[in-house]
T-cell receptor
Framework: NAGVTQTPKFQVLKTGQSMTLQCAQD?????MSWYRQDPGMGLRLIHY???????DQGEVPNGYNVSRSTTEDFPLRLLSAAPSQTSVYFC???????????????FGPGTRLTVT | GQQLNQSPQSMFIQEGEDVSMNCTSS?????WLWYKQDPGEGPVLLIA???AGELTSNGRLTAQFGITRKDSFLNISASIPSDVGIYFC???????????WGAGTKLIIKP
């Protein structure tokens, strides 16, 4: 198993550009999520999905879109990049335990995004 | 929103020393998780706790789910150079299925 994979590993964008961060998992996990990590702060949830066709907003969703057409893939789209979106982005996935999700999340290696 | 207070923010220790760190919350949690993040990598799960009072070990690491359900502790015994990194706690509050994350404890070993 490859686990959770993310591409690209590094990306530089100009303000106003759009792009898609890719995330895939091969563990048949129902739950997938996107976090951003900024210096001195914990992980902040952007969007999450509890299954194909189902997505919802997290703590900091503004400026980002997601879709979940398959169990395996959960891309994150930046609509119009801003310098405030400079961050490290992590995708994570999880199975459900006792009917609950978001336990024991498995993380990808991250995408380091700089917006100039 | 709900917050976790993780302390200390950073620690400088000598190789061989024991390490302790903790997380506290303002509300009751039903799950505590401890993760470690190496530079340039994603967090990796170390220990998961599901019951108040639970004490779980993973090699030299031991974590406890506090009796009040508002705190958790992680201890590392006899630290070694590969223990350096950032340790995160995360918890799941009652009635909420999203994790809340602490800001991390950065562990640095003095040469």
């Amino acid at each position: 198993n490859a686990g959770v994979t993310q591409t690209p590993k590094f990306q530089v964008l100009k303000t106003g550009q759009s792009m898609t961060l890719q995330c895939a998992q091969d563990m048949n996990h129902e739950y997938m999520s996107w976090y951003r990590q900024d210096p001195g702060m914990g992980l902040r949830l952007i969007h999450y999905s509890v299954g194909a066709g189902i997505t919802d907003q997290g703590e900091v969703p503004n400026g980002y879109n997601v879709s979940r057409s398959t169990t395996e893939d959960f891309p994150l789209r930046l609509l119009s990049a801003a310098p405030s979106q400079t961050s490290v982005y992590f995708c994570a996935s999880s199975y459900s335990i006792r009917g609950n999700y978001a336990y024991e999340q498995y993380f990808g290696p991250g995408t380091r995004l700089t917006v100039t | 929103g709900q917050q976790l207070n993780q302390s200390p923010q950073s620690m400088f220790i000598q190789e061989g020393e024991d390490v302790s760190m903790n997380c506290t919350s303002s509300s009751i949690f039903n799950t505590w998780l401890w993760y470690k993040q190496d530079p340039g990598e994603g967090p990796v799960l170390l220990i998961a706790l599901y019951k108040a009072g639970e004490l779980t070990s993973n090699g030299r690491l031991t974590a406890q789910f506090g009796i009040t359900r508002k705190d958790s502790f992680l201890n590392i015994s006899a630290s070694i150079p590969s223990d350096v990194g950032i340790y995160f706690c995360a918890g799941k509050p009652d009635g909420n299925y999203q994790l809340i994350w602490g800001a991390g404890t950065k562990l640095i070993i003095k040469p």
